[in-house]
């Protein structure tokens, strides 16, 4: 048999519970991690990620031209207008639309343009459903702890 790993909307034991009662062999997590300690995401998305529901993040190709899943914010809204510009094919559209999709503490730059007042509005970062399901921070050995325990507690120690 071919082992296959389960995707999207997963950062709790629950998810990883019911991945398993479907026959994954185990999960494939994303957006769970961006909130942690030891990620690089800028404080204030990491805020956004975490007041986030499962309704904001929206699927767009305005930042790569290639489909993704992203937290909604003013520069994805003028771009689903029905006057908007098409997007272009990857990686064209990275030229044409050149907003970061990832703000890093290491890069600088970029975070200097969106300290001026009312930009952040603009910023975003990839994100799938499991925002809806994320409500702090924690480090990456919390976060894998309390999946853990939450799953053991559903399914039981054996």
Same mark, same amino acid.
């Given at each position: +048999?071919? !082992? #296959? ?25 994303? =957006? #769970?991690?961006? =909130?942690?300690?030891?990620? !690089?995401?800028? %404080? &204030? ?8 529901? %499962?309704? %904001?993040? #929206? ?18 809204? $003028?771009?689903?207008?029905? %006057?908007?510009?098409?997007?272009? !094919? ?9 907003? +970061?999709? &990832? ?10 343009? &969106? ?9 975003? =970062? ?10 702090? $921070? ?13 799953? #053991?507690?559903?399914?039981? +120690?054996?």
């Amino acid at each position: +048999p071919v !082992p #296959v790993l389960a995707a999207g909307g997963i950062a709790d034991g629950r998810g990883l519970v019911a991945a398993l009662a479907l026959g994954a062999v185990g999960v494939w997590t994303g =957006t #769970v991690w961006l =909130t942690a300690h030891e990620s !690089p995401l800028v %404080d &204030f998305l990491k805020d956004r990620v975490i007041e986030a529901t %499962d309704e %904001d993040a #929206v699927i767009s190709k305005i930042y790569t031209g290639k489909t993704a899943r992203v937290l909604k914010n003013k520069y994805i809204e $003028r771009w689903q207008k029905p %006057d908007a510009p098409q997007t272009l !094919p990857m990686p064209l559209q990275n030229l044409y639309s050149p907003m +970061p999709l &990832f703000l890093s503490t290491e890069d600088s730059y970029s975070c200097s343009l &969106f300290d001026k007042p009312g930009l952040r509005e603009y910023a975003t =970062t990839a994100a799938g459903s499991a925002a809806g399901l994320i409500r702090q $921070r924690k480090s990456v050995r919390k976060i894998m702890e309390d999946m853990i325990s939450q799953a #053991v507690e559903i399914i039981g +120690p054996e």
